[in-house]
């Protein structure tokens, strides 16, 4: 017989159905047990019965969380919430659960029972959550999104090479990898290979995929191994270009998410879904630097933002215009990746920008050096004589458009969406420097 999920028993009422799904909650009143069943579809009351010798027997053997399997009739029941339930015919255990369950599953309106540490090491149980299952139906659909924008851009998606040859961002954040007798480096970002795909006629791409960042940050928003979303597009005219395809994809996908899950968001996370109306507001570093000094906000940095800074650049920021986003543009080039361009008017500016969402950098951009002999200049600049870069600089010898684009960390934009307070909840199993899978052993 074929299963039938829990949100359709309404249609099966008066018949007899076959349902798989875990025991939710147990009630034993002597005579009777009643058993809440859970799907991902929804809940549902059945109920064993001490006449039916056989289901009862097993019926008084089951633990919270089991996975049954169940032959029963759908039969009206006015005192139950939804006007039905199932009278259980037959009664097959797929999986007993040990008791007592390792962590307390977080219920909807409960705030967390078990510290976080403990939920992550039992992830598998952690995600059964009416939030987190919650979770991660947005998380499906933000990725499905974004790369449906791109796609109907007419933009080609990249599965680029995971196991690379050199380090696309900072050599200091990268994990080696032994590579046969040789050795090789995890992606910390598919810059070279999306710039590549540029390079191949391709004018557009995009790429959803993990990369890998050596850093041993303690923070609530860093990853060893996050879900990047890269774009790059070929032939524009500035990193505005780059910009605007980022905040139109960025409204469509708060659009979609908000049709589909605004009312489940607000209910379960207390958040409204807010879709930006007007343009992202594009402040410079120097313009944000005054706005935080005139706030009392110290700087330790002329460059660069601490996260007290980013948060409170984003609060005026929305105090002043409204709006939860904000592109914060000409850094210095000296604190930038090399592959950034220079300004022309400025070579001290680069032309790249990050974008920011309520207070947290989501996306690094910029219009990408395509020249080569320039390219190889700003490595230098970095102390890199450009040796282990050949392939990259290759990429752009042979004729290659202008281009740039940008990076969205996943996680970073769903624990926004959602106002989770740190990326770990964000992330179906995260790898951090004291957790891989589970949180490592100390060294003695
Ligand atoms: P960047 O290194 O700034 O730029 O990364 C882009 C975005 O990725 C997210 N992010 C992280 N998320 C979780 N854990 C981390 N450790 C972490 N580090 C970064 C942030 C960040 O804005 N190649 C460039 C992008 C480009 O220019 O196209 C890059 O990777 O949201």
Same mark, same amino acid.
């Not at 207390?270 to 944000?288: L, N, R, W």
């Given at each position: 017989?074929?299963?039938?999920?829990?949100?359709?028993?309404?249609?099966?009422?008066?018949?007899?159905? $076959?349902? $798989? #799904?875990?025991?939710?909650?147990?009630?034993?009143?002597?005579?009777?047990?009643?058993?809440?069943?859970?799907?991902?579809?929804?809940?549902?009351?059945?109920? +064993?019965?001490?006449?039916?010798?056989?289901?009862?027997?097993?019926?008084?053997?089951?633990?919270?969380?089991?996975?049954?399997?169940?032959?029963?009739?759908?039969?009206?029941?006015?005192? %139950?919430?939804?006007?039905?339930? %199932?009278?259980?015919?037959?009664?097959?255990?797929?999986?007993? !659960?040990?008791? &007592?369950?390792?962590?307390?599953?977080?219920?909807?309106?409960?705030?967390?029972?078990?510290?976080?540490? @403990? $939920?992550?090491?039992?992830?598998?149980?952690?995600?059964?959550?009416? /939030?987190?299952?919650?979770?991660?139906?947005?998380?499906?659909?933000?990725?499905?999104?974004?790369?449906?924008?791109?796609?109907? @851009?007419?933009?080609?998606?990249?599965? !680029?090479?995971?196991?690379?040859?050199?380090?696309?961002?900072?050599?200091?954040?990268?994990?080696?990898?032994?590579?046969?007798?040789?050795?090789?480096? =995890?992606?910390?970002? &598919?810059?070279?290979?999306?710039?590549?795909?540029?390079?191949?006629?391709?004018?557009? %791409?995009?790429?959803?995929?993990?990369?890998?960042?050596?850093?041993?940050?303690?923070?609530?928003?860093?990853?060893? *191994?996050?879900?990047?979303?890269?774009?790059?597009?070929?032939?524009?005219?500035?990193?505005?270009?780059?910009?605007?395809? *980022?905040?139109?994809?960025?409204?469509?996908?708060?659009?979609?998410? /908000?049709?589909?899950?605004?009312?489940?968001? @607000?209910?379960?996370?207390?958040?409204? %879904?807010?879709?930006?109306?007007?343009?992202?507001?594009?402040?410079?570093?120097?313009? #944000? @630097?005054?706005?935080? !000094?005139?706030?009392?906000?110290?700087?330790?940095?002329?460059?660069?933002?601490?996260?007290? *800074?980013?948060?409170?650049?984003? *609060?005026?920021?929305?105090?002043?215009?409204?709006?939860?986003?904000?592109?914060?543009?000409?850094?210095?080039?000296?604190?930038?990746?090399?592959?950034?361009?220079?300004?022309?008017?400025?070579?001290?500016?680069?032309?790249?920008?990050?974008?920011?969402? /309520?207070?947290?950098?989501?996306?690094?951009?910029?219009?990408?050096?395509?020249?080569?002999?320039?390219?190889?200049?700003?490595?230098?600049?970095?102390?890199?004589?450009?040796?282990?870069?050949?392939?990259?600089?290759?990429?752009?010898?042979?004729?290659?458009?202008?281009?740039?684009?940008? #990076?969205?960390?996943?996680? $970073?934009?769903?624990?926004?969406?959602?106002?989770?307070?740190?990326?770990?909840?964000?992330?179906?199993?995260?790898?951090? &420097?004291?957790? =891989?899978?589970?949180?490592? +052993?100390? /060294?003695?």
């Amino acid at each position: 017989m074929e299963r039938t999920h829990i949100a359709q028993l309404k249609d099966h009422i008066g018949k007899e159905v $076959r349902v $798989r #799904a875990v025991v939710d909650t147990i009630r034993n009143q002597g005579k009777i047990i009643f058993i809440v069943l859970r799907d991902r579809s929804g809940k549902v009351q059945s109920v +064993a019965w001490h006449g039916d010798e056989e289901v009862f027997k097993i019926a008084k053997t089951l633990t919270h969380e089991s996975v049954v399997d169940i032959i029963g009739d759908v039969k009206e029941a006015k005192q %139950v919430k939804c006007g039905y339930e %199932v009278g259980i015919k037959e009664l097959k255990i797929d999986s007993l !659960a040990k008791a &007592p369950l390792p962590i307390t599953i977080e219920e909807l309106h409960t705030e967390n029972i078990s510290v976080l540490d @403990k $939920r992550l090491d039992y992830r598998w149980v952690d995600l059964r959550s009416q /939030k987190n299952s919650l979770m991660m139906d947005i998380s499906t659909l933000l990725g499905h999104t974004l790369r449906g924008y791109c796609f109907e @851009k007419g933009l080609i998606e990249i599965q !680029a090479p995971r196991i690379i040859s050199a380090a696309s961002e900072s050599g200091a954040s990268v994990f080696e990898v032994k590579y046969f007798e040789g050795k090789a480096y =995890l992606a910390q970002s &598919p810059q070279f290979h999306k710039q590549m795909g540029i390079a191949s006629g391709l004018e557009g %791409v995009f790429n959803m995929g993990p990369v890998f960042r050596a850093e041993k940050s303690f923070t609530t928003r860093h990853l060893t *191994e996050y879900t990047s979303f890269d774009v790059e597009i070929g032939y524009i005219d500035s990193y505005k270009d780059v910009c605007r395809f *980022e905040q139109e994809m960025i409204v469509s996908t708060l659009e979609t998410v /908000k049709k589909k899950y605004g009312e489940k968001i @607000k209910e379960i996370f207390g958040v409204e %879904v807010k879709i930006p109306k007007d343009d992202f507001p594009m402040i410079t570093v120097a313009e #944000a @630097k005054e706005k935080l !000094a005139k706030a009392g906000v110290v700087s330790k940095n002329v460059g660069d933002f601490s996260p007290e *800074e980013e948060k409170a650049i984003g *609060e005026i920021i929305e105090e002043e215009t409204g709006s939860e986003f904000f592109f914060m543009t000409d850094y210095p080039h000296a604190r930038r990746a090399f592959y950034h361009m220079k300004d022309e008017k400025n070579p001290t500016v680069a032309l790249g920008f990050d974008l920011f969402w /309520k207070g947290l950098e989501i996306t690094t951009g910029a219009q990408r050096e395509h020249r080569v002999d320039y390219l190889r200049e700003n490595a230098k600049e970095r102390g890199n004589d450009g040796s282990t870069m050949d392939e990259y600089f290759e990429y752009f010898e042979y004729g290659c458009p202008p281009h740039g684009g940008f #990076a969205i960390g996943t996680e $970073r934009f769903l624990m926004k969406l959602l106002n989770l307070s740190s990326i770990l909840e964000a992330t179906f199993l995260p790898n951090t &420097p004291n957790r =891989l899978g589970k949180r490592l +052993a100390r /060294k003695k």
